[in-house]
């Protein structure tokens, strides 16, 4: 026993800091240093993340400060990795900050156009960078660039400086290469980080994906539902890790080949008993060419003039008002407000609900599913030729992998189209051009054709050169010049886009072959802020709400279209032309009355009820995008 006693005195007595050796005292200075550098890298982050506010990166440390360690510590486990392959910790730190640089610019960028953080999905499309530059500040990017280059020289200036005192000794007597580059504290730092990073963060990445999921010892929530919340209040490593799970769909309660064969033969006897002596035709019987028009950010601001009143020369969308008028038509309530445009495109084109998955389904799960029922595809087996059409590149969002599992056999890309005119100084091909590329392909086949277009003249960046004059203008923005400069610009672009509609209507009415459109603006522009982020649920839903017609150059009845989301709209096209459908259509009639709207938005972190229709259309969701493709084999 006192042999114990005095080793235990003999001990302590080492580690008092008179009697460290200066290995030791090196040893107990850097793991301070990293402690304290994982510190200040995770403020820096949070002050990035919240668009260079200090004021709300220090509320998230004290209001928040379990939270705040939690993602000091993993920042320290990066460290420690990054130090297992430098082993200077201020180069480290600048390695760091550089990446957080480079990582929350992307961030600030996409949070200024679309108000939502940068998530794991969106680095999916580094490959397409050459594209995304069109997204970013030319000049922002350049100070991105000094910036990080400044950081690491400072590192390595601060190493130099302390280059003596981290010296063990004259490592040049070291004749073993393997202490002489220290590699034995290195490979323990690199695994000892990579294992604690990993165990720490497991209950993150692998969480049950409900709406809220408390994790009581960071006294937090999980948030699915919003990840602007979520970030906001768990932190941006946090956040960011929690959507990395967003790539593996989630199997539903009671998915089977049995459940599946079920709802397709009550979906078929349904379907059979509907078509059974009704005047419903057949697709393959049909006379006409279909259209399918997603138009960026198509928006009406006539239906917020009460926050965002403005006077112009002349009718802003005399067009569309008159299609209005003339045709089926209605409001979509859009799964996002001023982003999104590739999910709502998928809803539209497939009749799927992105509600469940919560992922972007083109660059998440599309590439991987092969070939899935889609309007596209349904149209292809009654006798159509289908082809898509984007202004842009194609392998943005993997269109040219998503496309060609839905159905489309041909996909005409900025760089095969031969009408590529732009809005002015815009960067974008416009609205003109895109109508004209398809009314070529219209006129170029004899063959039924189904021709998805998707546009890109009202896309963000709303910046003031774009055009050389302006005929509408705000009223009560004086105080906020970034936001009238992008409500002039976008309120140009919107008369300009609707005067292009009409030139297409116009060369639609002169073909002797029978069209049929469907028009829809996939989501509002990201610049009506007095409405997205007003208190009252009812405005703010009106950011949400873009219009949708029916159109066709033959008769066709007037009718009041339904508010929907997405998923629905394929299925009205349907109805109003009275068309025998899919059997998954059915099960779309009754979705679409009973929950008409279908996004977590919506319903500000509850959940709709959950019917028996609903609980079926959810097996159905996932049997196609992620589970054993029995609804392709039973369905009709």
Same mark, same amino acid.
């Given at each position: 026993m006192k042999n114990l006693k005095s080793t235990i005195k003999a001990k302590l007595t080492d580690w008092n800091p008179k009697n460290l050796s200066s290995s030791r005292k090196r040893k107990l200075i850097k793991v301070a240093l990293i402690v304290g550098l994982s510190l200040l890298l995770t403020w820096y982050l949070e002050y990035r993340y919240f668009v260079n506010n200090a004021g709300s990166a220090w509320q998230f440390v004290f209001e928040r400060p379990r939270v705040f360690l939690f993602n000091a510590f993993l920042m320290g486990m990066i460290m420690l990795i990054v130090m297992g392959i430098f082993y200077r910790p201020f180069l480290s730190a600048g390695v760091v900050g550089a990446f957080i640089t480079a990582m929350t610019y992307a961030h600030i960028n996409k949070f200024i156009v679309r108000g939502s953080p940068l998530l794991p999905e969106d680095l999916i499309m580094a490959s397409e960078g050459t594209s995304l530059l069109k997204f970013v500040d030319l000049g922002g990017l350049v100070r991105m660039i000094v910036a990080m280059v400044l950081i690491i020289m400072l590192a390595l200036w601060l190493d130099h400086l302390t280059r003596k005192f981290w010296q063990r000794e004259n490592t040049k007597k070291i004749k073993n290469r393997w202490k002489r580059?220290?590699?034995?504290?290195?490979?323990?730092?690199?695994? #000892?980080?990579?294992?604690?990073?990993?165990?720490?963060?497991?209950?993150?990445?692998?969480?049950?994906?409900?709406?809220?999921?408390?994790?009581?010892?960071?006294?937090?929530?999980?948030?699915?539902?919003?990840?602007?919340?979520?970030?906001?209040?768990?932190?941006?490593?946090? $956040?960011?890790?929690?959507?990395?799970?967003?790539?593996?769909?989630?199997?539903?309660?009671?998915?089977?080949?049995?459940?599946?064969?079920?709802?397709?033969?009550?979906?078929?006897?349904?379907?059979?008993? &509907?078509?059974? /002596?009704?005047?419903?035709?057949?697709?393959?019987? #049909?006379?006409? +060419?279909?259209?399918?028009?997603?138009? @960026? *950010?198509?928006y009406d601001p006539d239906i917020i003039s009460k926050y965002y009143p403005y006077k112009g020369s002349k009718e802003l969308l005399p067009n569309y008002k008159n299609i209005k008028k003339k045709f089926p038509s209605g409001q979509m309530y859009s799964l996002d407000y001023g982003g999104g445009t590739a999910n709502i495109e998928f809803e539209v084109l497939t009749g799927l609900s992105n509600y469940w998955a919560n992922t972007v389904p083109y660059t998440d799960l599309l590439p991987r599913t092969g #070939?899935?029922?889609?309007?596209?595809?349904?149209?292809?087996?009654? $006798?159509?030729? !289908?082809?898509?059409?984007?202004?842009?590149?194609?392998?943005m969002y993997k269109r040219n992998f998503a496309l060609k599992n839905e159905g489309f056999d041909k996909f005409i890309t900025e760089q095969e189209m031969k009408h590529t005119k732009h809005e002015g100084f815009s960067q974008y091909i416009n609205d003109q051009s895109?109508?004209?590329?398809?009314?070529?392909?219209?006129?170029?086949?004899?063959?039924?054709?189904?021709?998805?277009?998707? &546009?890109?003249?009202?896309?963000?960046?709303?910046?003031?050169?774009?055009?050389?004059?302006?005929?509408?203008?705000?009223?009560?923005?004086d105080d906020d010049p970034?936001?009238?400069?992008?409500? &002039? &610009?976008?309120?140009?672009?919107?008369?300009?886009?609707?005067?292009?509609?009409?030139?297409?209507?116009?060369?639609?009415?002169?073909?002797?072959?029978?069209?049929?459109?469907?028009?829809?603006?996939?989501?509002?522009?990201?610049?009506?802020?007095?409405?997205?982020?007003?208190? @009252?649920?009812?405005?703010?839903?009106?950011?949400?709400? !873009?219009?949708? =017609?029916?159109y066709a150059n033959f008769d066709l009845p007037k009718t009041?279209?339904?508010?929907?989301?997405?998923?629905?709209?394929?299925?009205?096209?349907? /109805?109003?032309? $009275?068309?025998?459908?899919? *059997?998954?259509?059915?099960?779309?009639?009754?979705?679409?009355?009973?929950?008409?709207?279908?996004?977590?938005?919506? =319903? +500000?972190?509850? @959940?709709?009820?959950?019917?028996?229709?609903?609980? *079926?259309?959810?097996?159905?969701?996932?049997?196609?995008?992620?589970?054993?493709?029995?609804?392709?084999?039973?369905?009709?």
């Open positions: 580059l220290a590699l034995n504290p290195r490979v323990m730092m690199f695994l #000892a980080g990579c294992l604690l990073f990993n165990v720490s963060t497991d209950f993150i990445r692998h969480h049950s994906g409900q709406r809220y999921e408390e994790i009581p010892w960071l006294n937090t929530k999980l948030v699915a539902w919003n990840q602007v919340r979520n970030y906001d209040h768990n932190g941006f490593i946090v $956040g960011f890790l929690y959507n990395w799970s967003k790539f593996e769909l989630a199997k539903p309660d009671g998915y089977s080949e049995q459940k599946i064969q079920e709802i397709a033969k009550k979906y078929n006897k349904i379907k059979a008993a &509907t078509e059974k /002596n009704s005047q419903l035709i057949d697709l393959k019987d #049909a006379d006409f +060419n279909i259209v399918v028009i997603l138009n @960026e *950010s198509f #070939a899935i029922p889609a309007l596209a595809s349904y149209a292809k087996t009654k $006798g159509y030729k !289908t082809v898509a059409i984007h202004p842009f590149n194609g392998g895109a109508y004209r590329e398809t009314l070529d392909v219209l006129k170029k086949q004899k063959q039924k054709q189904m021709i998805g277009l998707i &546009t890109m003249q009202n896309h963000t960046p709303y910046d003031s050169d774009i055009y050389d004059h302006y005929d509408f203008h705000p009223l009560k923005l970034w936001q009238k400069t992008s409500f &002039t &610009t976008f309120m140009q672009l919107m008369h300009e886009s609707d005067k292009y509609l009409g030139e297409f209507v116009s060369e639609l009415e002169k073909m002797n072959e029978k069209t049929v459109v469907l028009f829809f603006g996939d989501h509002s522009p990201g610049v009506f802020y007095r409405v997205s982020d007003h208190p @009252e649920k009812e405005v703010r839903d009106l950011s949400r709400l !873009t219009p949708y =017609f029916v009041d279209l339904p508010t929907n989301t997405p998923n629905c709209l394929s299925n009205t096209l349907f /109805n109003v032309l $009275g068309l025998k459908k899919p *059997s998954m259509m059915y099960l779309l009639d009754q979705i679409c009355k009973e929950t008409p709207i279908l996004t977590p938005f919506y =319903f +500000n972190g509850a @959940e709709p009820f959950q019917s028996t229709e609903l609980s *079926s259309y959810q097996l159905i969701n996932y049997d196609i995008l992620g589970g054993k493709k029995y609804w392709k084999q039973y369905a009709k």
